[in-house]
C-alpha cells in the first residue's frame, strides 16, 4: 500500500501503475479529474499521482500474475522513450511532487546487465544498444518538448489504426477501461488503485 507519504522512501515509484494490469476506483478518479485528454502517453501515472494528492492510496497485488509482452524493435524503443521524455517535460509536477526518474534507470540497467551476463550473455550487445536508444530518445524529448506540436500529435509510439491514441473524459470512458464503482468514503481513504489482472471489457 502506498501513499503520498510514502515518496521520500519510494520516490518516483510512488506513483507506478501500469492500465495493462490496473483497477480503478471510479470515484476516486472522478473526484482526481480521470484520465488526461492530451497527453502522448503515460495517462495512468499522471491519474495516479493525482489521486495521491487527493488523498487516495494504491494498493500492489504482488501474488496476482499477468502475461504482458511488447516487442518492440531498436526504433519503437527510440519512440517510446522520446514520448515518456516529453510526457516529463509536460507533466514535470510529477517529478518536482515524487522525485526524479534517473535513479531508478541506473538500478534498472545494472540489475538487467548482471543478470544477462550470468545467464544470456549472447543478448549484452542488444541489451547495450536499447539501453543507449532509450537514453537518447529521453533526453531528446525532455529537450525539445516545446517545438513539437500538441501532445496528441507528437511523435509517439502509442499510435491505433487510425493514428494517435485519445483518452476521453472519464464519464465518457472506452468499456475497456476498468473501473471500480463505490460510494464516496470517509477518512481514512481506502486504496484507490489495485495492480492485479483484470478482465478487460468490464465497465462497473
Given at each position: 500500500?502506498?501513499?503520498?507519504?510514502?515518496?521520500?522512501?519510494?520516490?518516483?515509484?510512488?506513483?507506478?501503475?501500469?492500465?495493462?494490469?490496473?483497477?480503478?476506483?471510479?470515484s476516486?478518479l472522478?473526484?482526481?479529474g480521470?484520465?488526461?485528454?492530451?497527453?502522448?502517453?503515460?495517462?495512468?501515472?499522471?491519474?495516479?499521482?493525482?489521486?495521491?494528492?487527493?488523498?487516495?492510496?494504491?494498493?500492489?497485488?504482488?501474488?496476482?500474475?499477468?502475461?504482458?509482452?511488447?516487442?518492440?524493435?531498436?526504433?519503437?524503443?527510440?519512440r517510446?522513450?522520446?514520448?515518456i521524455?516529453?510526457?516529463?517535460?509536460?507533466?514535470?509536477?510529477?517529478?518536482?511532487?515524487?522525485?526524479?526518474?534517473?535513479?531508478?534507470?541506473?538500478?534498472?540497467?545494472?540489475?538487467?546487465?548482471?543478470?544477462?551476463?550470468?545467464?544470456?550473455?549472447?543478448?549484452?550487445?542488444?541489451?547495450?544498444?536499447?539501453?543507449?536508444?532509450?537514453?537518447?530518445?529521453?533526453?531528446?524529448?525532455?529537450?525539445?518538448?516545446?517545438?513539437?506540436?500538441?501532445?496528441?500529435?507528437?511523435?509517439?509510439?502509442?499510435?491505433?489504426?487510425?493514428?494517435?491514441?485519445?483518452?476521453?473524459?472519464?464519464?465518457?470512458?472506452?468499456?475497456?477501461?476498468?473501473?471500480?464503482?463505490?460510494?464516496?468514503?470517509?477518512?481514512?481513504?481506502?486504496?484507490?488503485?489495485v495492480?492485479?489482472?483484470?478482465?478487460?471489457?468490464?465497465?462497473?
Open positions: 500500500m502506498r501513499s503520498l507519504a510514502d515518496r521520500d522512501r519510494f520516490g518516483i515509484k510512488t506513483v507506478f501503475i501500469s492500465n495493462s494490469f490496473a483497477g480503478y476506483r471510479r476516486a472522478l473526484q482526481a480521470g484520465f488526461p485528454r492530451h497527453t502522448v502517453m503515460n495517462e495512468d501515472t499522471f491519474a495516479a499521482g493525482k489521486m495521491l494528492l487527493h488523498g487516495w492510496k494504491l494498493q500492489y497485488c504482488a501474488d496476482a500474475r499477468v502475461f504482458h509482452s511488447h516487442d518492440y524493435g531498436f526504433a519503437d524503443e527510440f517510446r522513450y522520446f514520448d521524455g516529453v510526457f516529463h517535460n509536460r507533466a514535470a509536477w510529477l517529478q518536482r511532487t515524487f522525485g526524479g526518474a534517473a535513479g531508478e534507470g541506473k538500478r534498472f540497467v545494472g540489475s538487467e546487465m548482471r543478470y544477462l551476463f550470468r545467464h544470456a550473455p549472447a543478448l549484452l550487445p542488444s541489451a547495450m544498444l536499447r539501453t543507449l536508444l532509450k537514453w537518447l530518445g529521453y533526453h531528446i524529448g525532455r529537450s525539445c518538448h516545446r517545438r513539437l506540436r500538441p501532445a496528441s500529435t507528437a511523435i509517439s509510439a502509442c499510435t491505433g489504426p487510425t493514428g494517435p491514441l485519445h483518452f476521453p473524459h472519464p464519464r465518457r470512458q472506452a468499456r475497456t477501461d476498468f473501473a471500480i464503482s463505490a460510494s464516496s468514503p470517509g477518512p481514512p481513504r481506502p486504496a484507490a488503485l495492480n492485479f489482472p483484470l478482465p478487460t471489457g468490464f465497465f462497473a
